[in-house]
């Protein structure tokens, strides 16, 4: 199927849905089905960001600001995650607790506003990785637009740079626990020291990383086309003198570079 058949199927699939209320991290793919819904069912849509120390204070307020721009109304609710004891713990499946536990009070909220459905923002390629939250989304009758209309992330890009959305190009953020590996338990600590030594690797010009948190230990991930430069002086001493204020002892660059989804690897 082409893309302007897929956008079109899109289209009418929203359409369908009559009213729905988007979770909305500010990201690629739920900047783009927001923006999209609104131009199908006009004031029918609404946003519900997350605020959680799973995401960081800037994609926050980015998501904040992107539903202003778009004119759509936009709530926010608190994740609660640590009272989720399988989140705590780490375990393999925390993915699906969570994603439970969050989606259940957006749907809360949804029906408050009159909303008929709750949208996630997964796409077509969100099936080549081990994503246990699917599970939760789908015992929800949560609705996935854009992976319904099969559209990758490539084309979501494309999509979105057609309607002039500045998340286009906007590198993929996942949830800050996915750096931790499973077993260890997630601690607001631990999640604010990925945060900053992430954030540190943004100011500094990197685009796309992970920073996992291994204890004493930060393993960066960078693309392979960043290597070069991670190495270069003095930028590399900068970030082992910054990474050690935040509190890791070590600091390594992961050989085999970026990838999403690392911490499955041992699964």
């Known amino acids: 199927m082409n893309l302007q058949d897929k956008c079109k199927n899109l289209r009418e699939y929203i359409k369908n849905l009559g009213s729905l209320c988007v979770a909305f991290s500010g990201g690629v793919d739920s900047t783009y089905l927001l923006a999209l819904a609104h131009e199908v069912l006009g004031d029918k849509v609404m ?18 600001q992107l539903a202003l721009k778009l004119g759509v109304k936009h709530m926010t609710i608190n994740a609660d995650e640590y009272s989720i004891k399988e989140f705590v713990e780490n375990t393999k499946d925390r993915c699906y607790y969570c994603k ?25 390629d969100d099936d080549n990785d081990f994503r246990p939250g699917m599970k939760a989304i789908k015992e929800l009758g ?13 084309e979501i890009r494309a999509l979105s740079k057609e309607m002039g959305l500045p998340t286009w190009d906007k590198p993929a953020f996942a949830c800050l626990a996915s750096r931790i590996p499973y077993g260890i338990n997630i601690t607001r600590e631990k999640l604010a020291m990925v945060e900053q030594a992430e954030e540190y690797l943004m100011h500094v010009g990197f685009k796309q990383f992970r920073v996992r948190h291994h204890g004493e230990i930060a393993r960066i991930e960078v693309l392979p086309a960043d290597r070069s430069k991670f ?8 970030i082992i003198r910054e990474y050690k204020k935040i509190g890791f002892a070590y600091v390594t660059l992961d050989l ?12």
């Open 47 to 64: 946003a519900v960001t997350v605020c959680s120390s799973m995401y960081t204070k800037r994609e926050y307020h980015e998501s904040k």
């Open 256 to 267: 085999e570079g970026y990838r999403m989804g690392s911490m499955n690897e041992v699964l």
């Open 100 to 124: 439970h536990a969050i989606f259940t009070k957006i749907k809360e909220v949804a029906v408050q506003h009159g909303m008929a459905y709750v949208a996630d923002g997964s796409n077509a």
């Open 142 to 154: 949560v609705v996935s637009p854009l992976k319904a209309a099969a559209l990758t992330k490539r």
């Open 231 to 238: 190495l270069e002086e003095p930028l590399y001493q900068d």
